[in-house]
């Protein structure tokens, strides 16, 4: 019984978790220049980053073991997009340091996370 609740409590968690992160680039976003650069690397922020909290929330609804699996994957896969297109836009000076560097870092705690949790349920 206690297994479980710490499982929903963890989920509870990852959720706003994700969510926050989602919101946070999305912010970071919005104070970026207006040029083609910066316009061309928002979108890809925004997707990716909301991507992970959407399809973070459908793993912790899905119905087998392997859809869990499936929707966690695409998590990991976008957190680490996500990192990629902060770190592009904080190396073309689109952002701050101080800003972009705890979201890179948060991207990469979340996928690590993920990796780890996909990695116990594939392992079931």
Known sequence: MAEKSELANFKEKMKLRTKKFAHDC???????PNNLLSNHIKGPVIRCST?????????CVAQTIPLVISKISIAIE??????????FAMDEKLTSDNKAQPLII??????????KSRQTLQNK
């Open 106 to 115: 948060e991207a990469h705690e979340i996928a690590s996370i993920l990796i």
């Open 26 to 32: 999305v912010k970071l976003t919005i104070e970026m």
């Open 78 to 87: 976008e957190a680490d997009e996500s990192e990629f297109w902060l770190e």
């Open 51 to 59: 991507s992970v909290a959407a399809n973070y929330r459908a793993s």
